[in-house]
C-alpha cells in the first residue's frame, strides 16, 4: 500500500513538472521578434538598432542577471540604446543595488520604458527608473511606494531606520545624479508615495510619456545622454528594435525562483524522501526528491526566508515521518499537519504579495499532506488490529528478516511491513528469523534454525 501511494504520487508530480517544462522549452524555441519603425523606402537594412527587454517579474537575482547580460549584449552589439520595458512590483534589494551599479557604469544608453497601459513601477523599479539615463512612462501607468517595508519585509524600528536612510541617500543621489527630482524620490521612500505618468512628467521625475515604442524612438532621438565613456547623442528615429528575450535558462531559473514553486518542489523533495524511508530500495523515489530538494534551496537561497517557517517545515515533515515508525495514534500526523501551516505561512519572509506563497497552494499542499498521511496511519493500523483480531497464531511461526541488529530492540520486516522485534539471543542485521510470540505490536523471534 505505502509502496503504491509512493510512486503515484511522485509520477504525477513529475509529470506535473516536467510537462511545464517542455512547454517552456517549446515557447523558449519560439523565433525571436524584430519590430521595425516605419521608414519611406527599406531596400536596406538600416544601420542604427536598439535592444529591447521585457521585465514583467519581481526583481530577483535571476532577473538582475538576465538585465545586467542584456547591458553586455548591448554594448558587444554597439546598440544605440537598451530600452527595459517594465512592469514590476518591486523586488530584492541586493538584486536592484546589481542592476543599479551596472547601469550607471554602461557605457550603452539605458532607457526604462514602464509600459504597457496598466502597469507600474513599484519598490525596487522606482530606483532602476530612476537610474536609467531616459525614464519615459506609457499612459496610465504609475511609479512610487519605495519604503523599506515593500523592499526587506518587516523590520524592528531601529533597523527600519538605518534601512530607510541608507536607500533615501542612494535614491537621492540617485536622482540628482540624472538631473530628477530628488525631493520627490526620496519620498518616494519615506513616505512611499506614488505618481502617475502626468504627475511623474510634471514633477520632473521621469523625460517623457509615449504610447508605444515606436513613438518613444522619435521622441528620444538626438538626445544627449551621459554614458560610462562620457557624452552620447542618440540616433533612433529610424532604428530597427531587437527584442532579446529571455532563454530557455533564464524561463527555467524564473520559474524555479517563483515562491509556489519552490515551495512545492521542497515539499515533494521530502515526500520523495519520506517513501524512500518508507520502502528502503525503491532508489526512484529517493531520486527524484534529492533532486526536487536541490532545485528548491537553489531558489529558497534566491528569496527572502524567514527561517524559522523553513523549520516548522522541516519539523512537520520529521513528525509525518515519525508517524510511520512510531504508533501515536495520529498526533504525531496532526502536530506535523499543524506544523506545516503555520511554517507555510511564515516561509517567505516579504509583504510583496508577488513574492509570497499562495493560500491557494497552501492549504491543498497541507489538506493532501494531512490526508496523505492519515490514511496510511489509518492503513497500518487496521493491519495490524487485523494481525491481532486473527491471533497470535496466525503469526507465530512465520519468518521474517532482520532490518536492524537485535537484542532487546529492533525491527523486521514481515508480510510487507515493519515491526517492533525483541530476542532474547544477539540477531544481526540482514538475519532470517522466526516469530516465537507476539505482545501487541511487538514481536518475539529467533533466529531460523
Known sequence: MRRTIAWLTICFSLLFILSGLTGLALSADQPKTEVSTPTATAPAPPVHTVMLIKIDDPITPTIAEFIMKSIDKAVKQNAEALIIEMDTPGGLVESTREIIKKMLASEVPTV???APDGSRAASAGVFITLTANIAAMAPNTRMGSASPVQMEGKMDETMA?????????????????????????EDAV??????????????????????DIATLLKKIHGRTVDVALGKRT??????????????????LLGIISNPNIAYILMILGFYGLYFELSNPGAIFPGVAGAICLILAFYALQTLPINYAGLMLIILAIGLFIAEA???????????GAVAMLFGSLMLIDSPEPSLQISWAVIL????????????????????HRGKVDTGKEG????????????????QVFLRGEYWNAQSDEHIAKGEKVTVVAVDGLRLKVRKVV
Open 112 to 114: 526604462v520604458y514602464v
Open 161 to 185: 531606520k538605518k534601512v530607510t536612510n541608507d536607500l533615501a541617500a542612494m535614491i537621492r543621489g540617485i536622482a540628482e545624479k540624472r538631473g530628477r527630482n530628488a525631493a520627490w524620490a
Open 190 to 211: 519615506r513616505k512611499s508615495i506614488s505618481a502617475t505618468e502626468t504627475e511623474a512628467l510634471k514633477l520632473g521625475v521621469i523625460d517623457l510619456i509615449a504610447p
Open 234 to 251: 542618440l540616433n533612433t528615429a529610424d532604428a530597427v528594435v531587437k527584442e532579446h528575450a529571455m532563454g530557455f535558462r533564464y524561463k
Open 325 to 335: 515508525f512510531i504508533t501515536s495514534h495520529g498526533v504525531l500526523g496532526v502536530g
Open 364 to 383: 491543498p499542499v497541507v489538506a493532501a499532506s494531512a490526508l496523505l498521511f492519515i490514511v496510511t496511519v489509518t492503513v497500518a493500523m487496521r493491519a
Open 395 to 410: 503469526l507465530i511461526g512465520m519468518h521474517a528478516e532482520a532490518k536492524t541488529e537485535i537484542g532487546e530492540d529492533g
